[in-house]
């Protein structure tokens, strides 16, 4: 009796995540579709059209007008990986320098330059994109890599997220290396840092997850196509291909599938970072 | 010594704290003291100390208090998402154990062998579609006949993890009201059963769920009927349901005491009184949390949506707060009246986030 319960939840919850995966099977099945099958309701096509990927990365010629698409996909796929990249890197390395000094070292008014930190994760990013923007139009970083970069590569979030990690390591570690001599760096480098692993991951993660898929700032910042990332890619795409929903869909895909294939690789770490951080992602 | 440890302590902190000065805390008072100007990136007037000129035109501006509206309606879709990611939870959270220990491995082996037969067979005997939803299922059900919650929860965290601007152009065709998935599968259902049926208008309709109350005229109330604005609801969901609130939900099940659940049941409580006086009671804070951190997310949100599926439209009904402040903002360039708008927002958030602390904590302390 318990053994048939268990196996008709299992069946209840096959289905829901059958139908939670619906719209990606329909988006898989549509990216392989000619134009003209977009709108059958079928999920696969009947004859399938790889060319669609083909077309969109500008290895064949869009058959509307017989030249290749006017985007350049491929670069705005190396500008989402290179513009997460940094920002993952210089936003996890200033991230931990700061929690360092917020966790191990004691200095005058450590308490309340962190209540600032921790007030200003309150202020919807909103209020601080307008000026944000305005500061970039003064140093002349309006539709540049570093313009889309520098104004992400440093979080109170992050500084938040490792300080509650540093702060449960025992003390004794930081004492006994003292002892034997080590500088703050060493101490740092070579104790803290090899400890914190678990939350220099799960912000890695995270950081990387967030500006890989960011829409607001690079909107703002980005004018010129070269330096489009995915998202405002996928934009302009919508803008000026609506009508050729297979190759929006053929687009989607190759911006999906990295993630997944990310999520899956690191599922247990990202699990755990949520319950760690609480908040964002 | 202490001037030494003072220094060490600086030089650490100065990158992030450079950063944090030029990109947080300086934009911040900026803005602040911006939205108190006429600061407008059309030079026509020069920069001018304004007052409260800004806020008293937002109280007066109609369209502030409808696209107000238009976030508190979005909001609603909370309650469900919310909602749905608890019960979800406590279904994962009870258990897929089969009592013989090799009895899970044996049946997902068996789903898989009949999924791959019966879809090839499918697949041979011209009906394709079905074989991929046929192996669809197979996959699925053998993953989680064998390894239990771990591949639903996998599953249903997808969309949130995947949530972005390529999985809103993914939904704007599905709700396209000629040949989406969604109208193609009702419109079809109900030929089926001989019903003459037009599907819901979907991201072109103004219709409402609450057009059947008096709005104001310049609220563009379509009527009562599934628009717009249900279909970013709709797709909110699909997002939220298994996102972060799932995995919240399931640590927060996973730190109650067994103990406890297992005394009610000697006491004779049954499913839903357990869970009623058990389980929701120990759960308080991780809801409270989730409670605000949507509501956080949902005074701010909408923006993408607009900007991706509809330019907020059709007639403003999809303009939120912060599509708003984007227009005000970078199209209209009218910084200042922009950031009061922001400023209102925060507000909002800030005595939210209040309110429900105070009231989290009251309830926590029963």
Redesign the interface.
């Known amino acids: 009796m318990?053994?048939l319960y268990?196996?008709l939840?299992?069946?209840l919850?096959?289905f829901?995540?059958?139908a939670?995966?619906?719209?990606?099977?329909?988006?898989m099945?549509?990216s392989f579709k000619p134009n003209p099958e977009?709108?059958?309701?079928?999920?696969?096509p009947e004859e399938p059209q790889p060319r669609n990927f083909a077309v969109v990365l500008r290895l064949a010629p869009d058959s509307r007008t017989g030249r290749p698409m006017d985007f350049d996909f491929p670069r705005w796929y190396f500008n989402s990986f290179f513009v997460a990249a940094w920002v993952t890197s210089l936003q996890v390395?200033?991230?931990a320098?700061?929690a360092?000094?917020?966790s191990r070292?004691?200095?005058?008014g450590?308490d309340t330059?962190f209540l600032?930190?921790l007030g200003?994760m309150?202020?919807?990013?909103?209020?601080?994109?307008?000026?944000?923007?305005?500061?970039m139009v003064k140093l002349g970083l309006v539709n540049t890599y570093t313009g889309l970069i520098?104004?992400m590569?440093?979080s109170?979030f992050g500084?938040f997220l490792l300080r509650q990690s540093m702060i449960t390591l025992p003390r004794s570690y930081d004492e006994a290396a003292e002892i034997d001599g080590a500088t703050?760096l060493q101490i740092?480098l070579d104790v803290i840092l090899p400890l914190s692993r678990t939350g220099l991951v799960t912000l890695a993660i995270l950081t990387f997850?967030g500006t890989f898929?960011s829409?607001?700032w690079p909107?703002?910042m980005v004018k010129d196509d070269h330096l489009r990332t995915?998202?405002?890619g996928?934009?302009s795409f919508?803008t000026d291909y609506g009508q050729q929903?297979e190759l929006?869909?053929a687009?989607?895909v190759m911006?999906?599938i990295p993630?997944?294939i990310l999520?899956?690789i690191m599922?247990k770490q990202?699990?755990s970072g949520?319950?760690l951080g609480?908040?964002k992602? | 010594m202490k001037l030494q440890r003072h220094r060490t302590a600086l030089l650490f902190l100065a990158p992030n704290l450079l950063g944090f000065l030029a990109f947080s805390l300086i934009p911040v008072l900026l803005s602040l003291a911006g939205s108190f100007t006429n600061w407008s990136l059309r030079p026509a007037a020069p920069l001018e100390f304004v007052g409260w000129d800004n806020y008293s035109r937002m109280f007066q501006d109609r369209n502030f208090w409808f696209y107000l509206y238009n976030t508190a309606y979005l909001m609603l879709a909370l309650p469900l998402a919310i909602g749905g990611a608890l019960a979800l939870a406590v279904f994962l959270h009870d258990g897929f154990a089969f009592r013989r220990a090799r009895r899970g491995a044996r049946l997902g082996l068996g789903a898989l062998v009949i999924a791959t037969v019966s879809g090839f067979t499918l697949l041979l005997s011209g009906s394709p579609n079905l074989a991929y939803v046929t192996f669809a299922l197979g996959g699925i059900s053998s993953l989680g006949l064998a390894f239990g919650a771990v591949t639903y929860r996998t599953v249903f965290y997808l969309p949130h993890f995947t949530a972005g601007a390529a999985t809103i152009l993914l939904w704007t065709q599905l709700y396209n009201p000629n040949f989406g998935l969604i109208n193609n599968t009702l419109e079809s259902a109900a030929e089926a059963l001989g019903i003459a049926y037009q599907g819901p208008g979907w991201l072109t309709s103004t219709r409402s769920l609450l057009g059947f109350l008096p709005l104001p005229a310049h609220f563009s109330n379509g009527g009562f009927g599934l628009g717009a604005r249900e279909a970013i609801m709709l797709m909110g969901i699909w997002t939220a349901i298994g996102g972060n609130n799932l995995i919240l939900f399931l640590a927060g099940l996973a730190s109650i005491p067994p103990e406890l659940n297992e005394a009610a049941e000697i006491d004779g409580a049954n499913r839903w009184q357990r869970f009623r006086h058990v389980t929701f009671p120990q759960l308080a804070p991780t809801t409270f949390l989730i409670v605000v951190i949507s509501i956080i997310g949902g005074l701010q949100g909408g923006f993408e949506q607009a900007r991706l599926m509809t330019y907020g439209g059709p007639a403003g009904t999809t303009t939120t707060l912060s599509y708003f402040i984007y227009l005000q903002g970078f199209e209209r360039l009218d910084l200042g009246y922009g950031s009061a708008i922001a400023w209102v927002l925060f507000a909002l958030v800030f005595s939210l986030t209040l309110m429900q602390w105070r009231y989290g904590k009251r309830d926590g302390t029963d």
């Open positions: 318990r053994e268990t196996f939840k299992h069946l919850l096959v829901l995540a059958l939670t995966l619906l719209p990606f099977l329909w988006m099945g549509a977009i709108e059958r309701l079928a999920l696969l390395m200033t991230s320098m700061a360092f000094a917020f070292l004691q200095w005058r450590r330059v600032l930190y200003t309150m202020i919807p990013g909103l209020v601080l994109t307008l000026p944000n923007y305005q500061i520098l104004p590569a440093f109170a500084t703050p740092f997850l898929q829409f607001f909107l703002v995915l998202p405002i996928l934009l919508q929903t929006i869909m687009a989607t911006n999906v993630l997944i999520f899956v599922q990202i699990v949520i319950q609480g908040v992602g």
